[in-house]
C-alpha cells in the first residue's frame, strides 16, 4: 500500500504541474520592446562638451553640461516639467558623429526622448543633432525657474 500511495501522490503532482503549465501557456504574452507603444518628443539645448569616449577608456562616454531645459518632461505626457542644468551622458543617435568635436568646445544639440506611452517612463534618449557653436557663446547654467499655475495661466 506505501508504493501505491505514493505513486498516487506522485501522479497528481505531476497532474498539478500540468494544469499550470497549461493555465500560463494560456495567458497573454508580455509584449516585446517592439510592441510598446511610445511617444517620441525632440529637446534642444546648448552646453559644454565635458567627455568624449575613448578607445582607452571603455567607459568614458559622450557628456555634456548643460544649460537647464525648462519644457523637458520626467514623465509622459503630465509629468514634473524642467530639467536643472546637470552634467549628462547622451548616446549619439543614428546618423550623428562625433569626430573631430573636443572636449570643452560649447555646442547646441537636440536630443530625441522615448516615452513608453502608457506608464510615461522614459524608455531611452540620443543625440540626434550635434552643432558646434561659437566659442564665446555665452552659456546660463542653474535652475529651472520656479513657475507657479497662475503665472502659466497668465501667460498669453
Keep these: 500500500m506505501t508504493i501505491r500511495l505514493q505513486r498516487l501522490r506522485a501522479a497528481g503532482a505531476l497532474v498539478s504541474v500540468a494544469a499550470l503549465l497549461l493555465v500560463a501557456s494560456c495567458s497573454e504574452p508580455a509584449p516585446s520592446q517592439e510592441d510598446i507603444a511610445v511617444e517620441r518628443v525632440v529637446y534642444s539645448v546648448r552646453g559644454q562638451i565635458t ?10 562616454e559622450f557628456r555634456v553640461y548643460h544649460e537647464p531645459i525648462p519644457e523637458f ?24 558623429s562625433i569626430a573631430g568635436y573636443e572636449r570643452g568646445q ?3 544639440l537636440e536630443f ?20 558646434l ?8 547654467f542653474g535652475k529651472v525657474e520656479e513657475r507657479s499655475k ?5 501667460s498669453p
Excluded: C, H, K
Aim: net charge negative.
Design 73 to 96: 518632461l520626467a514623465t509622459w505626457p503630465d509629468g514634473p516639467a524642467g530639467m536643472n542644468s546637470m552634467d549628462m551622458p547622451f548616446a549619439i543617435g543614428d546618423g550623428v
Design 106 to 108: 560649447i555646442v547646441r
Design 133 to 140: 557653436l561659437d566659442p564665446s557663446t555665452e552659456l546660463v
Design 112 to 131: 530625441e526622448v522615448e516615452y513608453d506611452a502608457t506608464s510615461g517612463a522614459i524608455r531611452d534618449y540620443a543625440v540626434t543633432n550635434l552643432e
Design 51 to 60: 567627455q568624449l569616449p575613448s578607445d582607452d577608456s571603455p567607459a568614458s
Design 150 to 154: 497662475a503665472d502659466d495661466a497668465a
